[in-house]
Nanobody, 123 residues
Framework: QVQLVESGGGLVQVGASLRLSCAAS????????MAWFRQVPGKEREFVGA????????TYGGSVKGRFTLSRDGVKNTMDLQMDRLKPEDTAVYYC????????????????WGQGTQVTVSS
């Protein structure tokens, strides 16, 4: 069993930066792809980005490409999401996920999920 815990959310102003972290426990995630999704009330979960098991390959959603950067530490079993030039439309609950299906954009391809962390971007 894998447990994922997100941290780093909060309230920031437009244009600011924020760094989210996802810590995994229970077993090593060295062979899992990991991803971030986000969700606002009444909408489907949106793909933010995914990083391969080695940390060398990344995929980003169109709305965050060029502003958000993924990284992971296989030793610490963590994944970070650096979010720069934040916009009000980035406001959402951000979820960390892990799965075996590569850097999929589909939530259903991920086996483990965290509880989420709120990010609010104020204008």
């Amino acid at each position: 069993q894998v447990q994922l815990v997100e941290s780093g959310g909060g309230l920031v102003q437009v244009g600011a930066s924020l760094r989210l972290s996802c810590a995994a426990s229970g077993r090593t995630l060295s062979t899992y792809a990991m991803a971030w999704f986000r969700q606002v009330p009444g909408k489907e979960r949106e793909f933010v980005g995914a990083i391969g098991w080695s940390g060398g390959m990344t995929t980003y959603g169109g709305s965050v490409k060029g502003r958000f950067t993924l990284s992971r530490d296989g030793v610490k079993n963590t994944m970070d999401l650096q979010m720069d030039r934040l916009k009000p439309e980035d406001t959402a609950v951000y979820y960390c996920a892990a799965g075996f299906s590569g850097r999929s954009r589909r939530p259903s391809d991920y086996d483990y999920w965290g509880q989420g962390t709120q990010v609010t971007v104020s204008s």
